[in-house]
Nanobody
Framework: QVQLVESGGGSVQPGGSLRLSCAAS????????MGWYRQAPGKQRELVAT???????NYADSVKGRFTISRDNAKNTVYLQMNSLKPEDTAVYYC???????????????WGQGTQVTVTS
């Protein structure tokens, strides 16, 4: 089994910054893609950003230029630096990873429990 544990959420004023971290542990041979999704109250979960093991990134249009995703492959950890935060960024942020536990075996998608980010004055 694989566990993803997020940290770094909290409450911040508009224009402020937060850095989220997500560490994967357990039976891990390789992690292909890691990423962040978010879900605001009453809304569907949406993509925020993803990063491949080669460093290729993808961002939602709503966060481009404000958020930066990065990862440390040696630590199986993904980060999300969030700057210029807006009230509409308020949501529960979930970490995800596409993981295989052994060579030539299937890839599975794992999710963390989520961390709350609140942007309010």
């Amino acid at each position: 089994q694989v566990q993803l544990v997020e940290s770094g959420g909290g409450s911040v004023q508009p224009g402020g910054s937060l850095r989220l971290s997500c560490a994967a542990s357990g039976s891990i041979f390789s992690i292909y893609v890691m990423g962040w999704y978010r879900q605001a109250p009453g809304k569907q979960r949406e993509l925020v950003a993803t990063i491949s093991n080669g460093g290729r990134t993808n961002y939602a249009d709503s966060v481009k230029g404000r958020f930066t995703i990065s990862r440390d492959n040696a630590k199986n950890t993904v980060y999300l630096q969030m700057n210029s935060l807006k009230p509409e960024d308020t949501a529960v942020y979930y970490c995800t990873g596409v993981v295989t536990s052994a060579p030539n075996t299937r890839w599975d998608d794992y999710w963390g429990q989520g961390t709350q980010v609140t942007v309010t004055s």
